[in-house]
């Protein structure tokens, strides 16, 4: 049984390719580790309180920073919550924290390109306002 010459060379670009952009995907692993690490809940949560607007912008940018896994998000959010943090911002920052990625921004233009990289996270920051205000009014509906 031979093997498709198409398969195995798509399987060693793919490996070299992945090679390629290990250096990067480890150090924003590290990146994202040092930030949970060092910056607890508290110190956010007095970066919010001010008004829905700020707490919103305060709450993309946080979550476009911290970046990680979005169960963790509503972990973080809960414990923010506690604290008096509003729903704008909790709203906004689970939203950022999985779909922006400032920490990630070199790798996913090394492999993406820079153009597709701009684009999508703008559309991922508009959208993340949009939805969180969204949100809000389905919250208040059900309520």
């Given at each position: 049984?031979?093997?498709?010459?198409?398969?195995?060379?798509?399987?060693?670009?793919?490996?070299?390719?992945?090679?390629?952009?290990?250096?990067?995907?480890?150090?924003?692993?590290?990146?994202?580790?040092?930030?949970?690490?060092?910056?607890t809940s508290d110190m956010i949560s007095q970066l919010f309180g001010y008004n829905r607007f700020s707490d919103i912008l305060t709450g993309?940018?946080?979550?476009a920073i911290?970046?990680?896994?979005?169960?963790?998000?509503?972990?973080?959010?809960?414990?923010?919550?506690?604290?008096?943090?509003?729903?704008?911002?909790?709203s906004t920052f689970t939203l950022a924290w999985v779909s922006l990625g400032f920490v990630q921004l070199p790798a996913e233009a090394s492999i993406f390109g820079i153009r597709f990289t701009i684009i999508r996270n703008i559309l991922a920051f508009l959208s993340?306002?949009?939805?969180?205000?969204?949100?809000?009014?389905?919250i208040g509906l059900v309520s």
């Open positions: 049984m031979s093997t498709n010459p198409t398969i195995k060379k798509a399987f060693i670009n793919s490996f070299k390719n992945f090679i390629s952009i290990m250096p990067v995907m480890i150090a924003i692993v590290g990146l994202v580790s040092i930030f949970q690490t060092y910056i993309t940018l946080i979550g911290a970046n990680g896994h979005g169960s963790l998000s509503f972990i973080i959010a809960k414990g923010l919550q506690s604290q008096g943090v509003s729903i704008y911002a909790l993340t306002i949009i939805i969180t205000y969204l949100t809000i009014i389905t």
